[in-house]
């Protein structure tokens, strides 16, 4: 299950390669890298994004580090294709949930299931359900380009984690 359950979330409906501007509520902000924001961007594609909306659908370092930015799954998502987007403010964090939304590819019907939460004390969770995507990219971006120690890493490669006992 996501950490977050989709009762009281509000449903965004996006087209392809679009995004909705939503401002916070309650004087509320988001921090990443330090920098506060009181609206959020989510783009179909499967990232936040905080200075301005972005309909970028080709995943790259280039693109995911152009402008600040939070990648649950950094793909060429088709949301009217199928699947849901919904997201909700609590009164510690704001999350967005991407549940079973299409993936662009020919001739498949897979979906990425993501849940990303960023909490008003600067901390950002991301939470996998079910990823049917071939590629893709994850990750947080100051939005000053791609940085000079920047490293590649295939997530496919670790180990799931788990909750620590008495969580």
Known sequence: DYPVDSILSTAVNLGDDAYVEVPLADGKQVVLYGVAYDRVFIGSN?????????????????????????????????PN????????????????????VRVDGNFTNDT?????????????????????????????????????EYKESDLSRYAPCIEPEGS
Do not use: C
């Not at 990232?47 to 080709?58: R, S, V, W």
């Not at 995943?59 to 939070?70: A, L, Y």
């Not at 699947?83 to 704001?94: A, E, S």
């Not at 909490?119 to 940085?147: C, H, M, Q, Y």
């Open 46 to 78: 499967g990232y936040l994004t905080f200075t301005e909306g972005d309909t970028q659908n080709k995943e790259s370092p280039e693109n995911h580090f152009s402008i600040p930015r939070v990648s649950g799954l950094f793909d060429n998502l088709k």
């Open 81 to 100: 294709d199928g699947g849901q987007i919904w997201y909700k403010q609590l009164d510690d964090r704001f999350v967005v949930t991407y549940h079973e």
């Open 112 to 148: 990425a299931s993501f849940q990303i939460e960023m909490f008003f004390d600067g901390r950002i969770a991301i939470t996998w359900l079910n990823i049917e995507a071939f590629d893709g990219l994850v990750g947080i971006s100051t939005g000053k380009g791609v940085p000079s």
